[in-house]
Antibody, heavy 118, light 111 residues
Framework: EVQLVQSGAEVKKPGESLKISCKGS????????IGWVRQMPGKGLEWMGI????????RYSPSFQGQVTISADKSISTAYLQWSSLKASDTAMYYC???????????WGQGTLVTVSS | SYVLTQPPSVSVAPGKTARITCGGN??????VHWYQQKPGQAPVLVIY???DRPSGIPERFSGSNSGNTATLTISRVEAGDEADYYC??????????????FGTGTKVTVL
């Protein structure tokens, strides 16, 4: 059974850095793309980017290019989403997702709530 | 960029049929996927490739796609179907290698 377990909720101040994680299990971590989806409070879903852990090929949504960094450590089957300088507008729930068949998100993590407030 | 438009809300009585539309330019030429998100939960895939159901999704959920509109149909609606529903496509063009695009979302209320 495919499982994606995300790190816990975070409360940060503007300007701080942050790295959240998503550990995959129940499948070959290096064989499928894994990505991130943002959901701001009371809003819809937005795709941020995706990485292929097998070779670290990474693609970003134009809306998030340069704003975040996606990475993966295949030795521990974990993907990451990081910010170098958080803004209040980064407050959102972040979901990791796995793409098995290329065009949709087969599996979702439970979400990580990030709150950025002074 | 490619835009997918959904009605903000749909209300339906128990036992009736709910239809949720997803509008996009020539969306019939793309594959459409649908997700259900219940309050406080992560989204769940309910329809992929326009009309296929993942294992575990009831047959009451069906999909279609033609022209400029894709539709998710929920037959014999139950109270447990109350949720937000999102359509999604993969869009590629000459100016980018490919992006995943979500619709604006529809809140389904069971009366």
């Amino acid at each position: 059974e495919v499982q994606l377990v995300q790190s816990g909720a975070e409360v940060k101040k503007p300007g701080e850095s942050l790295k959240i994680s998503c550990k995959g299990s129940g499948y070959s971590f290096t064989s499928y793309w894994i990505g991130w989806v943002r959901q701001m409070p009371g809003k819809g879903l937005e795709w941020m980017g995706i990485i292929y852990p097998g070779d670290s090929d990474t693609r970003y949504s134009p809306s998030f290019q340069g704003q975040v960094t996606i990475s993966a450590d295949k030795s521990i089957s974990t993907a990451y989403l990081q910010w170098s300088s958080l803004k209040a507008s980064d407050t959102a729930m972040y979901y990791c997702v796995v793409v098995v068949t290329a065009y949709y998100f087969d599996y979702w993590g439970q979400g990580t709530l990030v709150t950025v407030s002074s | 960029s490619y835009v997918l438009t959904q009605p903000p809300s749909v209300s339906v009585a128990p036992g009736k049929t709910a239809r949720i539309t997803c509008g996009g330019n020539n969306i019939g030429s793309k594959s459409v996927h649908w997700y259900q998100q219940k309050p406080g939960q992560a989204p769940v895939l309910v329809i992929y490739y326009d009309s296929d159901r993942p294992s575990g999704i009831p047959e009451r959920f069906s999909g279609s796609n033609s022209g400029n509109t894709a539709t998710l149909t929920i037959s014999r609606v139950e109270a447990g179907d109350e949720a937000d529903y999102y359509c999604q496509v993969w869009d590629s063009s000459s100016d980018h290698p490919g992006v995943y695009v979500f619709g604006t979302g529809t809140k389904v209320t069971v009366l």
